[in-house]
T-cell receptor, first 115, second 115 residues
């Protein structure tokens, strides 16, 4: 079946630095990928929709300059958390559309801790 | 606006007992409904989905869900729970936004299984 690889699985960074998270569709092409943020014991909140070859569409309240999304190819989308702060610590999950209207496959997530 | 409510934050059942997780949705049109399961520190796995047709949907791992339009519900059931079913369960509704189909998640139900 469709597989989405997310890397790294976990990362610790210092406050003020930037962190890049990769989301790859391994065996299919994905024109659309989604980035979610999940706080402990809470649901997934959609941050942005990543479209190959065009700018990402951000949800209301999400800072575009802080969470940079690049979808340069049909198999790779990246999320860069710029100038990270402790409040950015969270679990970030990507998903890619494999086919059909709602054929989404999720990555295994990235645990970001900013110290 | 579309929304999903999962009234039960945490449920504990004994192994071998039956399970029902509740989900209510708010959506103006015919909804696309989903149940996902998330193990700790992992991404989401699709259990089942409802688009149209038979209102009783069978999924993986012995799960089923029933769509009841009159009650705006899509409850997840399993006749006999196994210890490996302990995880967090998310109900979601598909929402059209421009040219993109997005998933809106409920807050999740954490399932604990007692021996």
């Amino acid at each position: 079946g469709a597989v989405v690889s997310q890397h790294p699985s976990w990362v610790i960074c210092k406050s003020g630095t930037s962190v890049k998270i990769e989301c790859r569709s391994l065996d299919f092409q994905a024109t659309t990928m989604f980035w979610y943020r999940q706080f402990p014991k809470q649901s997934l909140m959609l941050m942005a929709t990543s479209n190959e070859g065009s700018k990402a569409t951000y949800e209301q309240g999400v800072e575009k300059d802080k969470f940079l999304i690049n979808h340069a190819s049909l198999t790779l989308s990246t999320l860069t958390v710029t100038s990270a702060h402790p409040e950015d610590s969270s679990f970030y999950i990507c998903s890619a559309r494999e086919g059909g209207e709602y054929g989404y496959t999720f990555g295994s997530g990235t645990r970001l801790t900013v110290v | 606006a579309q929304s999903v409510t999962q009234p039960d934050i945490h449920i504990t059942v004994s192994e071998g007992a039956s399970l029902e997780l509740r989900c209510n949705y708010s959506y103006g049109a015919t909804p696309y409904l989903f149940w996902y399961v998330q193990s700790p520190g992992q991404g989401l796995q699709l259990l089942l989905k409802y688009f149209s047709g038979d209102t009783l949907v069978q999924g993986i791992k012995g799960f089923e869900a029933e769509f009841k339009r009159s009650q705006s519900s899509f409850n997840l059931r399993k006749p006999s729970v196994h210890w490996s079913d302990a995880a967090e369960y998310f109900c979601a509704v598909g929402a059209r936004s421009g040219a993109t189909n997005k998933l809106i998640f409920g807050t999740g139900t954490l399932l604990a299984v007692q021996p």
